[in-house]
């Protein structure tokens, strides 16, 4: 799930971006000619999907494993939706990077390709384990509920802050399923999520080197980036990851709602997961790259770093 770092799984860090006022937007043309030639430069290294469906054998999962622990089914299902709804994002991101040839590309033939089959992985292995589940509906209430937090204007202050952004997101994404991959009890669940967790890893350093892109124009300071990526980690709401659970609840137990303080009490049930297998600091030095703080400084605020969020996901 979201919500720090150790919530910010669903999806990332939250999908959905910060509220910007218009005059605080950063003017692209500014600085255009530099963008179009390091688009045109871009090395080409990132590659088609390197897995599909057919590489996941389904068919060898071990039900008994999981079937009944009702918070993998939510989890599960909540990642599915935020998953299978890349499309949405992926549009946003295009219109704000428009004139990025490469970028958009990259973000149109590669990333929304993954994520989407990301979702759709999940959404097979949820049916196949709860094949009662109406997936279908309960993502359509999830589109609905959740699609008015996803808007262009509501993107980052500059280019660069929002790839910056973007890392954290990233950073979210690639923790969440690293500690999915060790929390699974279930084999198959495992290999999904070594799976995507490589994809967004590799997500991170194609949106990683597209910040440092604009950063080479825009010259914003450690100090500004490093708020900005901290605001996205403490500002971003729960609304996917609410939104997502709620609707994957509701469905399967029609008659009942789900509330705010149910959402709190099913954090603190996993949070024995994040406890033993969240990658504390593996994302703690993610987030810090876009800083790009001097080797010695990094290697002294790590541990500090890392326990303090540890504290504030754990008490």
């Known amino acids: 799930m979201r919500h ?25 043309r500014s600085y255009q000619p530099q963008i179009k030639e ?37 989890l599960l299902a909540g990642a599915s939706f935020v998953e299978t709804l890349s499309d949405l994002y992926t549009r946003n991101l295009v219109e704000y990077y428009q004139e990025n040839v490469g ?10 390709m993954e ?21 279908e509906r309960a993502y359509q209430g999830f589109v609905e509920a959740y699609a008015p937090y996803c808007r262009t204007e509501l993107l980052g202050p500059t280019h660069a802050l929002e ?5 954290v997101v990233e950073t979210g994404t690639a923790s969440f399923y690293t500690m999915i991959q060790a929390a699974s009890p279930e084999p198959v669940l495992r290999q999904i999520a070594a799976h995507i967790r490589a994809d967004e890893v590799r997500h991170y350093k194609y949106f990683y080197r597209i910040f440092r892109q604009y950063q080479a124009a825009e010259k914003n300071s450690r100090w500004r980036i490093g708020r900005e990526l901290w605001k996205r980690v403490v500002e971003a709401d729960q609304e996917d990851s609410y939104l997502a659970i709620k609707n994957a609840f509701e469905v ?21 997961w994040i406890d033993r297998y969240y990658p504390f600091d593996m994302a703690i030095k993610m987030l810090l790259k876009p800083v790009a703080l001097p080797p010695l400084l990094q290697r002294a605020a790590l541990p500090l770093l890392s326990h303090g969020a540890r504290r504030a996901i754990l008490g």
Not at 117 to 132: E, I, M, S, T
Not at 163 to 167: K, T
Not at 252 to 272: L, M, T, W, Y
């Open 103 to 112: 970028a958009t590309i990259w973000l149109h033939q590669e990333w929304e």
């Open 38 to 74: 390091a688009a045109n430069t871009m090395p080409a290294d990132s590659v088609r999907p390197t897995w599909s469906l057919t590489d996941i054998p389904y068919a060898t999962v071990e039900k008994e494993k999981i079937i009944g622990n009702a918070d993998w089914f939510y």
């Open 115 to 135: 994520e989407v089959q990301h979702g759709r992985a999940l959404r097979q292995y949820v049916l196949f384990v709860w094949p009662d589940f109406d997936w």
């Open 252 to 272: 399967k137990n029609p008659g009942e709602k789900f509330f705010v303080e149910d959402f709190a009490a099913f954090r603190k049930r996993i949070g024995g």
């Open 163 to 167: 790839m910056a952004s973007r890392c």
């Open 4 to 28: 720090y770092l150790p919530w910010a799984g669903i999806g990332g860090i939250i999908r959905q971006p910060r509220a910007v006022p218009p005059d605080l937007r950063y003017s692209y």
